[in-house]
């Protein structure tokens, strides 16, 4: 009987086994017959899900009511904020921090089931569109299993503790060892299982030079094995697009328009930005711009806090000047609203106030190659102007494609604005007002407070 018994939890292993090799097979297969991953991210705009806000329900079956609507906003990549469960143990305020990871290859019951959430992904790959995940590679948190069975995948301070990441405050989750092999593979492992059982489409990847590069390259080699995926950095590092990501944060360019709207820099300082972003990144490498995100809405304040009446005039620039544009949840609201970022606070969406300002934006980079993202787009072009301490113009050109584009930054008062160049003449259509204009050299333009025109051919 015993004979039987082993036999039979032999054979029921191989069947599982089995049946794990056979899903793997099978996505790999699909994986071979899909578009390659630049053919739909090449002229592609992402959003960011906040899965706990974006609802009052905060959860999956919610969010995927509202797929249509996104769909028809026009952007292409969902990248969900993390959706794993979060750790108990030192957790900030009531439900924590969507980055505290109690279990890998975990789905937070908070936002629903295992089987609601591929119910989403399938509904966006249903609209043709694509699904990413955030991942924590960095930490875990306390609770996580991995602390319990494997110490020494973490790292120690001086007394052979674990604790957080050092020079922060992350008191709820506990620093990973990228020493140990076995931890990598792990790692890798649960990365792949969301490749496997829900057919995502790649990951943003949380600080991720904190990071060493060559796990990144490690996991995109064993990634793509599985599934072509899109992979996004949460840093600057040009090093992390070689080999590993697509595409990488331009988090300097969001601090400088920043520090533009407190009379901090000027606008001569957004030019130096963009010549160092031509140095320093190949003409491949993928650039996220963006006005706001998770971090600056929750910890740093709301697009109006910072940027006032001129929001929507340096929305334009983040969406024309070059790489990716990114929006967060609610930010088509128009929301003046500080996301609570460890409680439930349901973003107030004020019957989408900007859906169309955005969907305008997002249209234009999808069709007009000369927005398109990286090599495929555009190079990025400054056009001086007579007044330049308040007006921000450059153009942007590609095969017969040419977006010219003009931004009231600094100024409270209405100017009319020369430009002179021969790089802007022809005959253009302008978005936001669909008038037509003949642009030449010398061309006036009158410019209203805070105002904006994005002129495209």
Known sequence: MKNLIFLFSILLLLSCQQKRDDKEEAVTEQATKVETVESWSKNA?????????????????????????????????????????????????????YYSIADYKGVNPEFGTPEELKSLVDKAHDLDLKIILDWVANHSAWDNPWMVNHKDWY???????????????????????????????????????????????????????????????????????????????????????KNAFHMSY?????????????????????????????????ADDYRMYFITNHDENSWNGTLYERYQKAYKAYGVVAFTIDGMPLLYSGQESGYSKKLEFFEKDTVEWNNYADQEFYSKLIKLNT??????NAEFGGNFKPISNSESDKIYSFIRTKNNSNVFVVAN??????????????????EYT???????????????????????????K
């Not at 709207?261 to 140095?279: F, G, H, R």
């Not at 069709?367 to 398109?372: D, G, I, K, M, T």
């Not at 007002?433 to 010398?442: E, G, L």
């Open 45 to 97: 705009t992402i959003y960011e899900v906040n899965i706990r806000q974006h609802t009052p329900e905060g959860t999956f079956a919610a969010f995927e009511k509202d797929l249509p609507r996104i769909k028809e906003l026009g952007v292409k990549i969902l990248w969900l904020m993390p959706i794993s469960p979060i750790g108990k143990i030192n957790r900030k305020g009531t439900l924590g921090s």
């Open 155 to 241: 790292t120690s301070d001086s007394t052979g503790n674990p604790g957080p990441p050092g020079g922060t405050d992350w008191s709820d989750v506990v620093d990973l060892n990228y020493d140990n092999n076995e931890m990598r593979l792990e790692m890798i492992s649960s990365m792949k299982f969301w490749l496997i059982e829900f057919d995502v489409d790649g990951f943003r990847c949380d600080v991720a030079s904190w990071v060493p590069t060559n796990f990144w390259e490690q996991a995109r080699v064993e990634l793509d094995k599985t599934k072509p995926v899109f992979m996004l950095a949460e840093a600057e590092d040009p090093e992390l697009n």
């Open 367 to 372: 069709e007009n190659e000369a927005l398109w």
């Open 250 to 282: 331009g988090w300097e360019f969001m601090h400088i328009i920043n520090e533009i709207a407190k009379d901090e820099k000027t606008l001569a300082d957004l030019d130096e930005y963009m010549v160092k972003e031509d140095t320093n990144h190949a």
């Open 430 to 456: 302008e978005i936001f007002s669909n008038k037509k204009y003949t642009i030449s050299n010398n061309f006036k333009l009158a410019v209203e407070p805070f105002g904006y025109y994005v002129f495209y």
């Open 409 to 426: 930054l600094k100024g409270a008062d209405s100017v009319s604005v020369t430009f002179e160049s021969q790089d802007f003449i022809g």
